[in-house]
Antibody, heavy 121, light 107 residues
Framework: QVQLRESGPGLVQPSETLSLTCTVS????????VNWVRQPPGKCLEWMGV???????AYNSLLKSRLSISRDTSKSQVFLKMNSLQTEDTAIYFC???????????????WGQGVMVTVSS | DIHMTQNPVSLSAFIGDKVTITCRAS??????LGWYQQKQGQSPKFLMY???NLLSGVPSRFSGSGSGTEYSLTITGIQPEDAATYFC?????????FGGGTKLELK
């Protein structure tokens, strides 16, 4: 069955770089897009970016200067790197598969369990 | 960016009640809208796409409607397991954006 699992450090120092990995199973990264979405504690969801099946990417303009999404299809892994972290980047970070049905796409049908990242010294 | 406004922020209902959550987009999103349910400590669950199409396995007490900038999610005959926060999300344009969420509590 389809599964996504995020992994990475729970604590990051301010100004440092966050590196997260999303390991997927049950589908091919060359066939589906994978998105990153984050949720600050008690707040709403924020879309960060996507890497599509063809390897192209799109980013939220608010984060674009700090964010990079890449992948290793042989390992079924998607990577998020974001630099210059600040306390406001403290959030649960989710990876989620892009729903694609008959030309309709852009919602997220399977989500990982999320990884809590705290930015603090 | 398209701003999504959800109302109410929270609501309380009895088992068996009917409730409606609204989602307003800052511009026409042509029904490119999904709804999610998120229970405490869990990741969101995808309920509905294209404003009114239920995913397989989602109970029929959930329904969606709307067009243009105004959309709604209705739960008819609330069950205990429906206590959760509900989010709308537009996929008409980038960046994808979410509503602020509606927390449904049971009395």
């Amino acid at each position: 069955q389809v599964q996504l699992r995020e992994s990475g450090p729970g604590l990051v120092q301010p100004s440092e770089t966050l590196s997260l990995t999303c390991t997927v199973s049950g589908f091919s990264l060359t066939s589906y897009g994978v998105n990153w979405v984050r949720q600050p504690p008690g707040k709403c969801l924020e879309w960060m970016g996507v890497i599509w099946g063809d390897g192209s990417t799109a980013y939220n303009s608010l984060l674009k200067s700090r964010l990079s999404i890449s992948r290793d299809t042989s390992k079924s892994q998607v990577f998020l790197k974001m630099n210059s972290l600040q306390t406001e980047d403290t959030a649960i970070y989710f990876c989620a598969r892009e729903w694609d049905y008959g030309g309709y796409s852009g919602n997220f049908d399977y989500w990982g369990q999320g990884v809590m990242v705290t930015v603090s010294s | 960016d398209i701003h999504m406004t959800q109302n109410p922020v929270s609501l309380s209902a009895f088992i068996g009640d009917k409730v409606t959550i609204t989602c307003r987009a800052s511009q026409d999103i042509s029904r490119y809208l999904g709804w999610y349910q998120q229970k405490q400590g869990q990741s969101p669950k995808f309920l509905m796409y294209y404003a009114s199409n239920l995913l397989s396995g989602v109970p029929s007490r959930f329904s969606g409607s709307g067009s243009g900038t105004e959309y709604s999610l209705t739960i008819t005959g609330i069950q205990p397991e429906d206590a959760a926060t509900y989010f709308c999300q537009q996929c008409y344009s980038y960046p994808r954006t979410f509503g602020g969420g509606t927390k449904l509590e049971l009395k």
